[in-house]
């Protein structure tokens, strides 16, 4: 059976790498200087681990949305791992509110899914960025930029040019589950990739390593939706 994947070069990059995305696609990370026979033979030496991960029933198989859920009143939204219930109220700032329970505004009927993700995005701008920074400090690493993305398939990145970027859907789990995608993504400022030196940094900065990882796999797909 052919493998199919997409190769992504780097001139900074001087080892190659493969992810394996959450929409099952392969992303073969490499030199500039690496011919595509050296890359075939890398993916084909991964093989098995590439069908262990691309046949994982819950880190990558889609959950449809749920029918019906809409932005109405009675319905609820995800933030920091918990529903909190849906108002359709006029604000005194005219924008949606939260305050133990999101108020829409009815003027935003026509877009009112797309002002909620617009309210999770500043959220996620507001709440995570800081601790990214924050988590920097303790691991005594530097970073170039930090930023917040529409990124469906993965919830953090860290570049060969030390920039890192976030998920906004993160700001919909737990903090304890922000905190460990941002610790990952950091450590591979120390690491690049996932050896046993690796692990080690993430879970002695986040302790809560596994419970998060454990989250994610039940309830990653949640974040996911649209509502």
Known sequence: MDIDYRIVRSAKRKKLTITVERDRSIIVHAPESASEAIVRQVVESKRQ???SKLNHSQKYDDVPHPPGKEVVNGESALYLGREYRIEIAETASGVIEFSQRFSVPAVHQAKRREVLRDWYVARANERILPRVR????????????????????RWGSCTVNDNVSFNWRLIKAPIFVIDYVIVHELAHLLENNHTPRFWSIVRATSPAMERAKNWLKEHGQLLEQEL
């Open 49 to 51: 681990w590439l069908f």
């Open 134 to 153: 924050e988590h920097a400090r303790k691991l005594g690493v530097k970073f170039a930029t930090a930023s917040i993305v529409d990124n469906l398939y």
